[in-house]
C-alpha cells in the first residue's frame, strides 16, 4: 500500500482567488491522480498525473483551470484556479504504483470552500 | 457505456445482519472490480476488489460476488456491526490512454444499527 497525505486539509477562500493543494506520498509511485467529490457524491476524475510529462484532464476539466504539478515520484500538486462558490468541494489525491496498475490508494482530502 | 450504476443509495441493517449492495456495468472491457469503503471526512479505503475470470473473493466478512454475464457484482458484509457504518463505493477500472482508469459508482451509504 501507500500512505498519502495532503495539505491543506481544508480552507475557506474567497471568489476569485487560486488555492494550491498537495500531495506527498511515502513511497515513489508512478501514477498519481487527483478527484473532485462532491459532499455526499462520488468521485470524479480531474486529471491523471505522471512524473516528467504533462498532467492528462478528463472531459470537462481544462489546464487552466486545474493546472497539476509533478516534479518527483512522491509529489503533485493541484491548484484550483480563479474559484468561484462551485468549485467548493473535496479534493482527493491517489496514488498507483505501476502505470497499468489497478489499485489505487487515497489521500484524506482536502475541503474547500468558496465564499 | 463508462458507467457503474449502484444501488441502493442507502441501507439500513441491524448489528448482525447481512449488508448487501450491487452494482452493474456495460463495458466489457472492464478488468478490475475494486470496492472502496469511506467514511466520513476521510479518503477511500480500498476494501476488495476482483478480477472478471473470478466469480466470489471473500475477505474476512467481505465478500464479493461477480457476474460476468449478467455485467454485475455485489458486495455482502456479513454479520454487519456498528464500525462498518461507512459509504461504499463500487468503481470498474479499464485501460485508457495508457493507465488503468477507475469509475466509480455512486455510493451507498451504510448505517447499521446496534
Known amino acids: 500500500s501507500a500512505v498519502i497525505s495532503q495539505k491543506p486539509s481544508r480552507d475557506i477562500c474567497q471568489r476569485g482567488t487560486s488555492l494550491t493543494i498537495q500531495c506527498q506520498v511515502d513511497?515513489?509511485?508512478?501514477?498519481m491522480f487527483w478527484y473532485r467529490q462532491q459532499p455526499g457524491q462520488s468521485l470524479t476524475l480531474i486529471a491523471t498525473?505522471?512524473?516528467?510529462?504533462?498532467?492528462?484532464?478528463e472531459s470537462g476539466f481544462v489546464i487552466d483551470k486545474f493546472p497539476i504539478s509533478r516534479p518527483n515520484l512522491t509529489f503533485s500538486t493541484l491548484t484550483v484556479s480563479n474559484m468561484s462558490p462551485e468549485d467548493s468541494s473535496i479534493y482527493l489525491c491517489?496514488?498507483?504504483?505501476?502505470?497499468?496498475?489497478?489499485?489505487?490508494?487515497f489521500g484524506p482530502g482536502t475541503r474547500l470552500t468558496v465564499l | 457505456q463508462q458507467q457503474v450504476k449502484q444501488s441502493p443509495q442507502s441501507l439500513i441493517v441491524q448489528k448482525g445482519g447481512i449488508s448487501i449492495i450491487n452494482c452493474a456495468y456495460e463495458n466489457t472491457a472492464f478488468d478490475y472490480f475494486p470496492w472502496y469503503q469511506q467514511f466520513p471526512g476521510k479518503g477511500p479505503a480500498l476494501l476488495i476488489a476482483?478480477?472478471?475470470?473470478?466469480s466470489e473473493k471473500k475477505e474476512g466478512r467481505f465478500t464479493i460476488s461477480f457476474n460476468k454475464s449478467a455485467k454485475q457484482f455485489s458486495l455482502h458484509i456479513m454479520d454487519s456491526q456498528p464500525g462498518d457504518s461507512a459509504t461504499y463505493f463500487c468503481?470498474?477500472?479499464?485501460?485508457?490512454?495508457?493507465?488503468?482508469?477507475?469509475?466509480f459508482g455512486a455510493g451507498t451509504r451504510l448505517a447499521v444499527h446496534p
Open positions: 491517489s496514488a498507483g504504483r505501476g502505470q497499468l496498475t489497478d489499485t489505487q490508494y
Open positions: 498525473a505522471n512524473q516528467g510529462s504533462e498532467a492528462t484532464y
Open positions: 513511497s515513489q509511485v508512478t501514477m
Open positions: 468503481a470498474a477500472s479499464m485501460l485508457s490512454g495508457g493507465y488503468n482508469k477507475l469509475i
Open positions: 476482483i478480477r472478471p475470470d473470478v
